[in-house]
């Protein structure tokens, strides 16, 4: 039997909930063509930082480390294209500060992230964050609302038990 949090619910069904929100009208099969490829590109940016801190180190800044990278590829293992308003910022702030145009964002930046690394072709660039279907934008609500505890209905429906 799962536990219960203070809430009688238990954590499978408060986790199901959460995930839920995040997909919203999503259809759950379909959610990971969309997730998948955001927490890859986001562990992308991740490593892709720690490289480029390793080059400030040696050279004095992340600004100079940038274009250094820019310049010379080779010098990481995955080149991405996204560069920081402030270089101080991480890579991944380049997408998490999208306001306008999130989807169509998201979906130039993991082209441009793919266009640059032949062997993510297929992988990141795989979803287009700004389609539409039956009308509908088919993107990720990428939010989480901490009071919504109900799963939209037609995603509901489509989860088993």
Avoid at 6 to 31: F, H, Q, T, V
Avoid at 58 to 83: I, M, N, T, W
Avoid at 128 to 146: C, E, I, K, Y
Wanted: hydrophobic share 35%; net charge positive; charged share 25%.
């Amino acid at each position: 039997m799962a536990s219960k949090n203070g809430n009688g619910k238990s954590l499978e069904s408060w986790i199901w909930d959460a995930a839920c929100s995040i997909r919203g009208a999503k259809d759950a099969p379909k959610y990971k063509d969309f997730i998948l490829p955001l927490i890859f590109t986001k562990r992308l940016c991740d490593v892709f930082d720690d490289e480029v801190n390793r080059i400030a180190a040696e050279v004095g800044s992340r600004r100079k480390a940038f274009q250094l990278v820019r310049a010379d590829h080779k010098l990481v293992r995955f080149y991405l294209p996204l560069v920081p308003e402030d270089s101080e910022q991480p890579v991944w702030s380049v997408i998490r500060k999208l306001s306008d145009k999130i989807g169509e964002g998201v979906t130039t930046n993991m082209r441009a992230i793919a266009k640059e690394n032949p062997l993510l072709q297929g992988i990141i660039d795989r979803v287009d964050f700004n389609s539409t279907t039956h009308g509908q934008r088919a993107t990720l609500t990428m939010t989480v609302s901490p009071t919504s505890s109900k799963c939209p209905p037609v995603v509901c429906r489509s989860r088993s038990h």
